[in-house]
Nanobody, 112 residues
Framework: QVQLVESGGGLVQAGGSLRLSCVVSGSIFSINTMAWYRQAPGNQRELVARITMYGNTNYADSVKGRFTISRDNAKNTVYLQMSSLKLEDTAVYYC??????WGQGTQVTVSS
């Protein structure tokens, strides 16, 4: 089983920044495509960003230009750098590997 531990969430004002981290164990991290998802209350869980084993990335239109996904294979860690945060970014954020279960996620709350 692949284990995921997300961290870095918190309360931030609109326009601010946060960096989320996800430490992965139980898999060969370097060959996995990794992704960040988020789920706001009452909403479906949605894909936010994705990064392949080669470092190629793609983003949801709603975060494009504001969020950056990256990975550090030596640390078995994937990051989500979030800037210019908006109220609608408020959600629980989850990282995901292809063969992983969902972890606990980390809460991001953006205030006005």
């Amino acid at each position: 089983q692949v284990q995921l531990v997300e961290s870095g969430g918190g309360l931030v004002q609109a326009g601010g920044s946060l960096r989320l981290s996800c430490v992965v164990s139980g898999s060969i991290f370097s060959i996995n495509t990794m992704a960040w998802y988020r789920q706001a209350p009452g909403n479906q869980r949605e894909l936010v960003a994705r990064i392949t084993m080669y470092g190629n990335t793609n983003y949801a239109d709603s975060v494009k230009g504001r969020f950056t996904i990256s990975r550090d294979n030596a640390k078995n860690t994937v990051y989500l750098q979030m800037s210019s945060l908006k109220l609608e970014d408020t959600a629980v954020y989850y990282c995901k590997a292809p063969d992983s279960f969902w972890g606990q996620g980390t809460q991001v709350t953006v205030s006005s």
